[in-house]
């Protein structure tokens, strides 16, 4: 026989998982906004010259499990959602080179799930469907969080291509995590999705379903 209290925590536990529901869908619709924002802007501004500047990359290390900082310099645009990708477009490329002490298969590696693509900056661009930034979503009646949210949304292809691992999995997160986090002090939190939807893990074992803190790059953190 069911009790009250089991009556009270599924009611308790029902509600929360509607809420997330919500919280989630809210959440995609903010970045599929974001997108089209930003699609209808590009074209007005029309291409910029900008100067390059001094990037920190966190490359991570499958020998130790350690992440080294890498500066290099870059054009970098000025829109914040469009610096945050080429940050990671240029950190998940760096996963593919050759002497890459974090390796990724290339697309189009068989038994990868991926398409050639028949260029580096090509495989780049392919790895991630798109970044997006928005305020930090917080219950009504409190007051605004300080910081943002980046939504980082995987390519499928991307996590096919992933090692399966958890310690090769949280590398990549906290390697991300790091690189934005030196670069954009703005954004607090990181939230993951693969092919614009919520996937439990990126490759089997680290978890995407939580939101993360853009300060957590302690290695073998979850």
């Known amino acids: ?4 209290a089991q009556q009270i925590l599924f009611v308790v536990m029902l509600v929360a998982v509607v809420a997330m529901a ?3 869908i809210r959440l995609r619709e903010r970045a599929q906004d974001r997108l089209r924002a930003l699609q209808v802007e590009a074209p007005a501004s029309g291409p910029v010259s900008a100067p390059p500047e001094s990037i920190a990359l966190l490359i991570p290390n499958d020998t130790d499990g350690s992440l080294l900082e890498t500066r290099r310099s870059l054009p970098m645009p000025q829109d914040e959602s469009a610096r945050a990708r080429v940050l990671l477009e240029t950190l998940l490329h760096s996963f593919r080179e050759p002497k890459s002490t974090h ?3 290339p697309l189009g590696t068989p038994g990868n799930g991926g398409a050639a693509s028949g260029q580096e900056s090509g495989a780049a661009s392919q790895d991630l469907d798109g970044i997006f ?3 930090i979503p917080e219950p009504r009646g409190l007051p605004p969080a300080k910081g943002q949210m980046a939504v980082v949304d995987f390519s499928a292809a991307f996590a096919a291509a992933h ?3 958890i310690e ?3 590398l990549t997160l906290l390697a991300i995590l790091g690189t934005l986090h030196d670069n954009l002090p703005d954004i607090t939190q990181v939230r993951f ?3 614009g939807h919520e996937k439990d893990t990126l490759a089997g074992h680290a978890d995407l379903t939580r939101v993360y803190l853009a300060s957590d790059t302690a290695t ?3």
Do not use: K
């Not at 026989?1 to 009250?4: C, Y």
């Open 1 to 4: 026989m069911i009790t009250r």
């Open 22 to 24: 919500a919280f989630l």
């Open 103 to 105: 390796p990724i298969a």
């Open 133 to 135: 930034l928005m305020p």
């Open 163 to 165: 090692p399966s691992g």
């Open 168 to 170: 090769p999995e949280t």
């Open 193 to 195: 999705l693969v092919d």
């Open 220 to 222: 073998g953190s979850q």
